[in-house]
């Protein structure tokens, strides 16, 4: 039940990011009909996309105090299917094959994720945080995590490759480290408000930080 409450959570999450993002969208567009466009982020429309926006990351982040990230993190692909709903309908975007079978495949990937996600509850202490940063998987991960985006990161840069498929990987790799941190900080929040305080562990403050990082990273 507490997995299911995470899952619903997200879920809803996502269908408020996805509204935010059409309402931005919608922003911009009026504003470009105008003769003297303002600056977008005094339109009250754009305001109230970015509001939206906040509130969804937020219960993101709550549900991942209540389900694992394997149940959590497929369930994006819910902004994904709502985003070109919410499009096609309010911004009488066209629909292509290609999108159809893209949302075909994202939902049916995602339910596979979910139906065959480890269901076994387990506390994500601070100790075994501790425990997991250490550990070879881990950090062979991260060695190869970080030789991808240095070398993506120097084609942008460096040989000015500008291809959105450069910045998508670049934005992905940054992602992962974003959903581990904020799953532990979720975590060890969960545990202190149940009255297993996790919040006097240098390692809460350094996932903290590594979320927030990473974050600013995607938005950049």
């Known amino acids: 039940q507490t997995q299911l409450l995470g899952v619903l959570i997200a879920a809803a999450s996502n269908v408020?990011?996805?509204a935010s993002l059409s309402i931005q969208k919608c922003a911009h567009l009026r504003l470009a009909r105008q003769a003297e466009p303002k600056p977008y982020y005094r339109s009250r429309l754009w305001?109230?996309?970015?509001?939206l926006l906040g509130l969804g990351e937020v219960g993101n982040f709550i549900a991942y105090g209540f389900a694992p990230i394997a149940l959590v993190a497929p369930v994006g692909c819910v902004a994904v299917i709502g985003s070109a709903f919410i499009s096609a309908s309010f911004l009488k975007r066209s629909v292509r094959a290609a999108d159809i079978l893209g949302g075909?495949?994202?939902l049916t990937g995602t339910y596979l994720l979910v139906a065959f996600a480890p269901t076994a509850p387990q506390e994500l202490t601070a100790r075994r945080v501790q425990k997991c940063l250490v550990s070879w998987p881990f950090l062979?991960?991260?060695i190869l995590e970080i030789i991808t985006f240095c070398i993506l990161l120097y084609f942008h840069k460096r040989k000015a490759v500008k291809h959105l498929l450069v910045l998508l990987l670049m934005v992905a790799l940054l992602a992962s480290l974003a959903v581990i941190a904020a799953k532990a900080v979720a975590s060890?929040?969960?545990l202190s408000v149940q009255g297993k305080?996790?919040?006097?562990?240098?390692v809460f403050y350094i996932?903290?930080?590594l979320m927030v990082a990473a974050a600013a990273f995607q938005l950049k």
């Open 16 to 18: 408020l990011i996805s």
């Open 47 to 51: 305001c109230c996309g970015v509001a």
């Open 104 to 106: 075909a495949l994202a």
């Open 140 to 142: 062979l991960c991260l």
């Open 188 to 190: 060890m929040v969960t």
């Open 197 to 202: 305080l996790q919040l006097t562990y240098p």
């Open 207 to 209: 996932m903290l930080i």
